[in-house]
């Protein structure tokens, strides 16, 4: 068996499973945020009744992310309803914004607060859940219906994933990062070629990448239409995971010889920086053919880039530099937001390094214009704006604006991107 | 609305490749809650909301639902986010079937599990075919899907013990006319 249909055997309490299979799970981690939260209570509380308590509630982890710092007011009846959720269900794992508890984007929170551990099965209401398979765990995104039903009864019915291997061996250039390769995979194969399929990602350009970049790589499996992503947990995924939580962690890893539906190999040191072009994520051209592309703005943030590691490999290049385009820093977590102020480049804080380049204020963490959002949302497209983003999704009108496109790229591209004013290619920018 | 006939009859709304779940319902819409029936409403009117200039308006301006019943689409129709607002929106709006030539696997599951509407598959290419305005039979059942003009029938993928569930109104109301729950 792969390590995905290991991990589904396991949680269903099967010897083996084979593609195809429909088998009942059980849940480990049910995640759910500010905007799919509301509705899933709905369902949960229409089904199973006023008064009926969750399965486990250790188990959800519910953590407000989308609409925060917005005035909005269904955004604020919506955290009310998440709040008095929790309180009549003890519900611990609940990250309440306006409190010293309030993290942020839920996929970069998740991990960082201990709730992904290899070999478990997490079901979260949100698309980019797959992001979690970067730490060896099954993490697929549901509606609120199958949430609703998840918070019910702790199991699942799901159809177990035929798996397509992505091996990426050598080195990558110093300018290329995880964002450019999972582009480059979704241009090869489309926005469906991985449809209903497990993305497993190995190799040895994979084992050297730090875990965050792992995350950046499956948290994009679902844009190539996977049902998650997956990498096989090291050493450095089980350090990770052992430094954040006091639970038993049992990783399952899948066999050598397992049967896959496809294989496809990279070598990374062929790889490139890369954009996605609007309107699909699977758009892909190398950086260095799109220099005639004028931008209006640079967005750093979301789950896909706007961890630690991004921020700080947008800085390396906007060290000493100036942007000549709005450039928006959207930090995902309130660590990460808090490490901005102490992490050092050559003696500069991040922050400095940002103040100095002509970077807009830094938001507080959240989703913000990932998703374009209610209409005062921090970074929204309100006109014809040309975006580079480290976001996921660069459909019509994503960001807010049905007239601004967008162009998905790495930290590293979309920092050189503001300096020059145009798509550029950080190899001429590294040092 | 969750609706239980198999066999439906009425104008088509005709899309292409890849129509993502930002387009089927905007992110700034996504403060609805589903389950809030005003709300739900609401969410029926904005359905489409985010399709590009071009589209003929899928919900008129003033009115709540939309005059088609039937969306055909070409590939991965409800790509992108996994909200379950996008198949609720649609059948709020009244859409009681898409025939698509595939589907996204998170959509696909959210429309059964709601019940809102049939997630039928094409096996051909009938987007580029057909027209918006056009009056279709589609028979779920049987898996057949027929032009009143012209009157040539089309075969659709059967989409088999998918239709109790939808037809009972959803997942849970399946589960519990099974005894299940």
């Not at chain 1, 940002?354 to 938001?363: D, L």
């Not at chain 2, 899907?145 to 569930?165: E, H, W």
Request: charged residues 25%; contains cysteine.
């Amino acid at each position: 068996m792969t390590i995905t249909e290991r991990i589904l055997a396991k949680a269903a309490g099967k010897d083996s499973v084979r593609p195809g299979d429909n088998v009942w799970v059980k849940v480990d981690v049910l995640l759910t945020h500010d905007i799919c939260g509301p509705g899933t209570i709905g369902v949960f509380q229409q089904e199973f009744g006023k008064t009926a308590k969750v399965w486990d509630s250790d188990k959800v982890v519910i953590v407000p992310d989308h609409y925060i710092f917005t005035k909005d007011e269904k955004a604020h009846r919506n955290i009310d309803i998440l709040r008095a959720f929790v309180k009549e269900q003890g519900i611990r794992n609940y990250y309440d914004p306006g409190t010293p508890h309030y993290k942020g984007v839920c996929h970069v929170a998740l991990p960082q607060e201990g709730h992904v551990r290899p070999g478990e099965v997490i079901f979260g209401t949100d698309s980019h859940t797959c992001t979690h398979g970067a730490l060896g765990a099954f993490a697929t995104g549901i509606g609120n219906t199958d949430a609703a039903f998840v918070m019910g009864t702790g199991r699942l019915l799901i159809r177990v994933p035929e798996t397509i291997r992505f091996t990426i061996d050598g080195k990558l250039p110093a300018w290329v990062m995880a964002k450019d390769v999972i582009l480059r995979i979704i241009g090869d194969i489309g926005v469906d070629g991985a449809n209903y399929c497990a993305m497993e990602f190995c190799g040895s350009a994979i084992s050297s990448m730090d875990v965050e970049e792992r995350m950046t790589i499956c948290n994009m499996a679902i844009e190539a239409g996977a049902k998650n992503g997956i990498i096989a947990p090291d050493e450095k995924a089980m350090d990770y995971v052992k430094a954040r939580t006091k639970k038993t962690i049992s990783p399952v890893y899948g066999d050598e010889d397992a049967a896959v539906k496809m294989e496809r190999t990279y070598k990374a040191d062929t790889l490139e920086a890369c954009v996605a072009e609007p309107h699909l994520p699977s758009n892909y051209a190398p950086a260095r053919e799109r220099s005639n592309v004028k931008l209006d703005r640079a967005y750093i943030g979301s789950c896909t880039g706007g961890k630690i590691t991004d921020f700080v490999a947008a800085a390396s290049i906007l060290f000493g530099r100036k942007v000549s385009i709005d450039t928006f820093l959207a930090p995902a977590t309130a660590s990460v937001a808090a490490e901005l102020k102490t992490r050092k480049i050559k003696g500069k804080t991040l922050v400095e390094i940002f103040e100095s380049a002509g970077c807009r204020q830094i938001a507080p963490p959240s989703c913000a214009a990932c998703l374009g959002g209610p209409v005062d949302t921090y970074g929204r497209t309100s006109g014809k704006e040309v975006v580079i983003s480290t976001t996921n999704r660069n459909f019509i009108g994503r960001m807010g604006s049905k007239d601004a496109p967008i162009f998905l790229a790495s930290p590293l591209t979309t920092a050189a991107s503001a300096i020059a004013g145009h798509i550029a290619d950080p190899k001429e920018f590294i040092r | 609305m969750k609706q239980h006939k198999t066999i439906i009859s009425g104008k088509v709304y005709v899309v292409g490749d890849n129509i993502d779940t930002d387009q089927i319902i905007p992110a700034q819409y996504l403060n609805l809650v589903p389950t809030i029936p005003a709300e739900y409403v609401q969410l029926g009117s904005y359905a489409m909301a985010g399709l590009p200039d071009g589209y003929p308006p899928f919900v008129k301006k003033g009115e709540t639902g939309s005059e088609y019943l039937v969306i055909v689409a070409g590939r991965n129709f409800g790509c992108g986010s996994s909200r379950e607002h996008a198949p609720v929106a649609l059948g709020a709006a009244g859409i009681r079937a898409v025939v698509a030539e595939s589907y996204s696997r998170i959509f696909y599951r959210n429309a059964i599990a709601t019940g809102e509407l049939y997630p039928c598959e094409s096996l051909e290419r009938l987007c580029d075919d057909f027209v918006t305005g056009d009056l279709v039979e589609v028979d779920v059942e049987s898996g057949i899907v027929t032009r009143k003009k012209s009157g040539k029938s089309v075969k659709l993928r059967p989409l088999g013990p998918v239709i109790p569930v939808i037809s009972a109104g959803g997942l849970f109301e399946y589960a519990r006319r099974e005894g299940m729950i």
